[in-house]
């Protein structure tokens, strides 16, 4: 049987996890269809049937799937879950959002963050906050998977030529409206599809110095700002910047840490970054431990001399 990857879209893109994602379901064996549900979203389905690997981009279109809401999104994969072997989401918000509801719905055990796919019923996932890999062997009928999207290549976004199939939509269901969203517009690369990442910590002290220190060298590298969960509780930086354990798992080619401790939480977040920069004034700070560059010295005069030399 086919695996089905769920696609994370915004009604006229494909968004970088789903190419992960379908690297995965490859992995699985056996032909990939990609479910595009969403509103107007003609052009997102086009986007997807361009992606290499896939045999068939099934569509769903109504007003009740515009806005990703869990409940419709769910019943519109429920609709067609008997015809898959693999149901594979995106370890994103989105993913885990819908990934739980699917599963319990099907009466199957999910498995939360795969990061390898050693065959078409075994997994590997972290544990620990990544210091253990666990190896996970389902029996279920149908397998439901969120992929944690740093631990595989991005599918080809063009060069492949899927058929398109249009799906009768599922009505929109009573239990949840959508009202609004407040959406937050940089001209940044998104966090986690960065090539370059540069991040802070509490060390920095106020918002206005994050911004003072930090911004200047993410604009010279045309980096995405990241931060430790610490500097995102003291209020020095948004919600979504947070990279960690219980914020955005990125893995990108530099990742400049600068006035970051290492906390065990944000370590699971970052260390499969290709080339970590740790710039800390603690020389017994835990970041040293994954970093490939060290220098202890004080980040409110390093990082302005880096800047400027850049």
Sequence with gaps: MPALVIAEHDNATIKAATLTTVTAGLACGGDV????AGENASAAVQSAAQVAGLSKVLHADG????HGLAEN??????????NYSHILFPATAGGKNVAPRVAALLDVAQISDATKVVSADTFERPIYAGNAIATVQSTDAIKV????TTGFDAAAASGG???????AAVGASAAATYVGSEIARSDRPELTA????????????????FNEVLTPLADRLGAALGASRAAVDAGYAPNDWQ???TGKIVAPQLYVACGISGAIQHLAGMKDSKVIVAINKDPEAPIFSVADFGLEADLFTAVPDLTANL
């Design 33 to 36: 269809h990609v479910l595009v």
């Design 63 to 66: 007003a009740g799937l515009g």
């Design 73 to 82: 999104v769910a019943e519109q994969i429920l609709a067609i879950a008997k």
């Design 145 to 148: 998977i969120t992929v944690r």
């Design 161 to 167: 030529s899927a058929a398109v199939e249009s799906l």
């Design 194 to 209: 960065a090539k370059i990442i540069v991040s802070g910590g509490r060390a920095l002290g106020s918002s206005e110095k």
């Design 243 to 245: 990279v960690g354990q």
